[in-house]
């Protein structure tokens, strides 16, 4: 199990051996059959590849929300296996920030919270562009 683990994590990130995001989610897949969690790196591989099927089922697993709380806005956001749903997106971003520092999603807040008109927080606007100046956050 961890040996598929490690082999999987040179092909994702192309260390030793070109890059081979195939190979990386077959030795992913097969590290978790023994056992070995691998959930955060298949949900990027089957939200890269726009296997959202996949993605929602593996998701579900997760019962920390450690690593999916991203796949739920991103999901939400755009209609992907879930209706649709800005508001339940907007809460997904704001707690997946708790987990990472996701550019996309900070660009997200500050669009929903400053220039939507259904969303438009200033009180929220503020507290997210405080935390990217703070935190010496650069958006591209």
């Not at 755009?78 to 997106?89: E, L, T």
């Not at 809460?91 to 990472?100: I, P, R, S, T």
Request: charged content about 25%.
């Amino acid at each position: 199990g961890q040996a598929c683990k490690n082999l999987a994590g040179l092909y994702y990130d192309g260390v030793e051996v070109e890059q081979d995001l195939e190979a990386a989610q077959d030795y992913y897949q097969r590290a978790e059959k023994q056992l070995y969690f691998c959930g955060e790196q298949l949900a990027d591989l089957y939200y890269r590849k726009a296997a959202y099927d996949q993605l929602a089922k593996l998701i579900k697993r997760d019962k920390t929300d450690a690593y999916t709380a991203i796949y739920y806005g991103l999901m939400y956001e755009a209609g992907h296996q879930f209706k649709q749903n800005i508001k339940k997106a907007i809460q997904y971003f704001e707690k997946a920030l708790d987990y990472a520092d996701y550019h996309y999603i900070l660009k997200q807040l500050l669009f929903y919270y400053g220039e939507s008109e259904q969303f438009k927080n200033p009180a929220k606007y503020k507290h997210w562009k405080n935390y990217i100046d703070s935190n010496q956050i650069q958006l591209s």
